[in-house]
C-alpha cells in the first residue's frame, strides 16, 4: 500500500510525503502503519479516526483532518491522506 499525505494552509501545500508498506498484513492493518509512518515523516500528531473519515475513505479513497481531529494546536488548517 502506498499512502500519500499533504499538510494544507489555506490553499497552500507546505509539506507532503509518500509512504509505501508490502506486507502481507490486512489491509486496516496497513492503513493504519501508514497513517503512523505518515505522521511521522510530516512530523505530527496522529489524528482521530471518525466514522466520517471511513465513509469518505471507502468511497473516494482519501480522507482529510482538520483541527477538530488533533487533540493539540495544529499549525496548519487541514491533512489530506489519499491512496495511490
Same mark, same amino acid.
Given at each position: 500500500?502506498?499512502?500519500?499525505? #499533504?499538510?494544507? !494552509?489555506?490553499? #497552500?501545500?507546505? #509539506?507532503?510525503t509518500s509512504v509505501e508498506r508490502n506486507?502481507?498484513?490486512?489491509?486496516?492493518?496497513?492503513?493504519?502503519?501508514?497513517?503512523?509512518?505518515?505522521?511521522?515523516?510530516?512530523?505530527?500528531?496522529?489524528?482521530?479516526w471518525l466514522k466520517k473519515n471511513t465513509r469518505?475513505?471507502?468511497?473516494?479513497?482519501?480522507?482529510?483532518?482538520? #483541527?477538530?481531529?488533533?487533540?493539540?494546536?495544529? !499549525?496548519?488548517?487541514?491533512?489530506?491522506?489519499?491512496?495511490?
Amino acid at each position: 500500500m502506498r499512502l500519500s499525505g #499533504k499538510l494544507v !494552509k489555506g490553499t #497552500k501545500v507546505i #509539506k507532503e510525503t509518500s509512504v509505501e508498506r508490502n506486507e502481507d498484513a490486512p489491509y486496516r492493518d496497513l492503513l493504519e502503519n501508514c497513517l503512523l509512518d505518515l505522521c511521522r515523516e510530516l512530523d505530527i500528531q496522529v489524528p482521530l479516526w471518525l466514522k466520517k473519515n471511513t465513509r469518505e475513505f471507502v468511497l473516494y479513497r482519501r480522507t482529510s483532518f482538520t #483541527k477538530e481531529h488533533f487533540m493539540e494546536g495544529i !499549525k496548519f488548517d487541514r491533512f489530506e491522506i489519499r491512496v495511490e
